[in-house]
């Protein structure tokens, strides 16, 4: 079996999508690919607030042409499955080895009914309060998600957890760049914030909402945290201190040598993040984490 990587940004970082796989053309025969979006400010939409991004057919036949599936987010915990915008891109993607990326199980039901072709990935966007180390409805919550989803991205605190490895390895798909902070306390309520906006806003960056919008968007940005305030936070300086303290164990932004171990105790899936990095910060990451599983898959 292939290794996968799934990459952001579909629709919104397709010009620099094309230019990697151009530069690093074993990416497409050394691993499956996946290409994940959010499009046309559907109210299904989640994990990012919704902005003017628009599937074009000349991007989505280069994608099919060069044998990579396409995955929509449709991560938002509220769902009125009779939403027409949310149906024709149903519709409009409906093809074999293309994936729903969902938390709402009616919706996993009505599309699975409905629309039987896609895959189907359990959003990390899902996971609120955790333990660490992983507890036992932790571990009950995953074994149950395995019976339903055909993927599941859990929580980067526990990747590396024992408990974990017994998990079916198959089924996980382990992000390797998470932006926010270990163990972070508003996590679940960050993402149901987001989500809220894609149901009350048709276009929730309008100028009115520009600042708004920028305060959900992250989530050390919240008036709620006790770990920053905004003027003095640094995410990259808490992550190096996590990452000093806990080393191989941390599941955050992941090493070549992590890459290497999930490998070889059973993952394939593997998910880079960045719809919202500027363009310079998304080709830095891209290029890096791509490079990094082409060679740990080479080496298992």
Known sequence: MKTRINI???????????????????ILTECDITVYD????????????????????????????????VALTLTNPVIDTKDSIGNDILKRFHRTGNTIISVNEN?????????????????ITSFGNISVPMCDSDYNRY????EMYDYIVPRCEHVFDTRFKTLNQSKYEIMLNDTCVYRCPFYGDHFKKIAEQNRIYKE??????????KNIEECWLSNKSD???????????????????LGDTYGMD?????????IKQGISNFKITGREMSTADY?????TYSTGVITASKDK
């Open 8 to 26: 952001a940004g579909a629709y919104s970082k397709h010009t620099e999508i094309k230019f990697i796989i151009k530069s690093i053309p074993e």
């Open 38 to 69: 959010g499009i046309r400010n559907c109210s299904w939409n989640g994990g990012r607030i919704n902005k003017n991004i628009y599937d074009r057919d000349d991007i989505t036949n280069y994608y099919y042409d060069n044998n990579i599936t």
């Open 107 to 123: 919706l996993l039901r009505y599309i699975k009914d409905e629309y039987p072709l896609y895959k189907h990935t359990r959003s």
């Open 143 to 146: 074994t149950r998600l395995e």
């Open 204 to 213: 929730p960056w309008t100028p009115s909402n520009i600042k708004s919008m």
């Open 227 to 245: 770990i920053k305030p905004t003027n003095t936070f640094i995410p990259e300086s808490y992550h190096n201190r996590t990452r000093d303290k």
């Open 254 to 262: 992941l090493t070549s040598k992590q890459i290497s171990s999930l």
């Open 283 to 287: 080709m830095s990451e891209l290029r």
